[in-house]
């Protein structure tokens, strides 16, 4: 287990509130970070590279503020997420504000995270890159970044399918840095099972869409509340990457659900091609809405949480079973 000296003694819970594409948001993020959970937003949020300067600076001032005001509060570090895809034009320019504004975490997916680790290890900052396969976990490893984020199935926007159970410790067999687990964790005693599996930190989407802080519009998040596990949809229809998506959404946008059951591929059907337009008509969330039933703002959130985190802290071990010295 390996929590970065940036994190330690900084948080109410050892969760990262997950970037999110259209959800997350500078207010997500500060409100995430105040309440002792780390912050953090895709960088694409931001329309343009200007709009990103100008976000950075109003958490870097937000969270400056906080620390002045409340020095013995935890208040945590925040994050970005650079999606670094070859179709993404704007990662230059985005990773160069992130060393301006000396962001202190930045997550990669969809690429090799190399140059990133450079710039950002430059000014003391942390790469994290999220991975669905121990395969790829050891291909970031070898970039030499500072922790993997182990996207296990049933999570929210580009999910895997591997069981959190067997890809944690998959990747705990050869991992001691820092690792983070993703998929299907919408409570507190979620969290702790991650930590007693081998995570260092849990990675949170999908309960934080149903937030007041979240960007998400209203419908969006009632959707979350009203859905239950077995309307989360895996398909490859919308982008191409397979992902979980809402079905109630996917009808609405006149999606069959026979078409998805089968491979269909590269959004091309209902003639969906543009990725953006597709996230924002058709709605992500992974298995966690299972249990999630409201609408709370980010501090009422972390404080249940962490009231659920400490009952699950001190469970005691089955009355099944006899310790023999
Ligand atoms: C609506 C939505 C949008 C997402 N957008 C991104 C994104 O832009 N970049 C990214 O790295 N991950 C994205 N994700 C994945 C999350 O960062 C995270 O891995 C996932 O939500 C964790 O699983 P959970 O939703 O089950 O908690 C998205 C997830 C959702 C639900």
């Known amino acids: 287990m390996s929590v970065p000296e940036a994190f330690q003694g900084r948080m109410r819970l050892p969760v990262i509130a997950a970037p999110m594409f259209l959800v997350s948001g500078p207010?997500?993020?500060?409100?995430?970070?105040?309440?002792?959970?780390a912050g953090t937003f895709p960088a694409l949020n931001a329309r343009t590279p200007e709009i990103l300067d100008e976000w950075l600076g109003g958490i870097d001032g937000g969270l400056a503020a906080q620390r002045e005001a409340a020095p013995d509060a935890?208040?945590?570090?925040y994050g970005v997420n650079l999606i670094l895809h070859a179709s993404n034009p704007r990662v230059k320019p985005d990773l160069e504000l992130l060393v301006k504004h000396r962001t202190p975490f930045v997550i990669t997916s969809?690429?090799?995270?190399?140059?990133?680790?450079?710039?950002?290890?430059?000014?003391?900052?942390?790469?994290?890159?999220?991975?669905?396969?121990?395969?790829?976990?050891?291909?970031?490893?070898?970039?030499?970044?500072?922790?993997?984020?182990?996207?296990a199935g049933g999570a929210g926007g580009h999910a895997g399918t591997q069981s959190p159970f067997s890809l944690v410790r998959?990747?705990?067999?050869?991992?001691?840095?820092?690792?983070?687990?993703?998929?299907?964790?919408s409570d507190g005693a979620s969290v702790r099972a991650a930590e007693i599996m081998g995570a260092d930190f849990a990675y949170m989407g999908t309960r934080f869409i149903?937030?007041?802080?979240?960007?998400?519009?209203?419908?969006?998040?009632?959707?979350?509340v009203d859905s239950a596990a077995g309307d989360i949809v895996y398909t490859d229809a919308i982008s191409g990457t397979n992902a979980n998506f809402m079905w109630p959404s996917l009808e609405k946008a006149g999606f069959d659900r026979t078409q998805l059951s089968i491979s269909v591929g590269k959004g091309k059907i209902h003639g969906i091609a543009d990725e953006a337009k597709a996230w924002r008509d058709v709605w992500s969330a992974g298995h966690g809405v299972a249990t999630i039933h409201d609408i709370p703002s980010v501090a009422e959130l972390v404080a249940r949480m962490g009231a659920e985190y400490d009952a699950a802290c001190a469970t005691p071990p089955s009355k099944a079973c006899v310790r023999r010295p």
């Open 170 to 185: 998959e990747i705990r067999e050869f991992w001691n840095g820092t690792l983070i687990l993703a998929g299907s964790m």
């Open 74 to 77: 935890p208040c945590a570090p």
């Open 210 to 224: 149903a937030t007041r802080e979240s960007m998400a519009q209203p419908e969006y998040k009632q959707m979350v």
């Open 110 to 151: 969809l690429g090799h995270p190399g140059e990133v680790v450079e710039a950002v290890k430059s000014y003391g900052g942390l790469v994290f890159s999220d991975v669905i396969h121990a395969y790829h976990a050891k291909k970031a490893i070898a970039a030499g970044v500072d922790g993997v984020i182990a996207v």
């Open 27 to 37: 207010e997500l993020v500060l409100a995430a970070c105040r309440s002792g959970v």
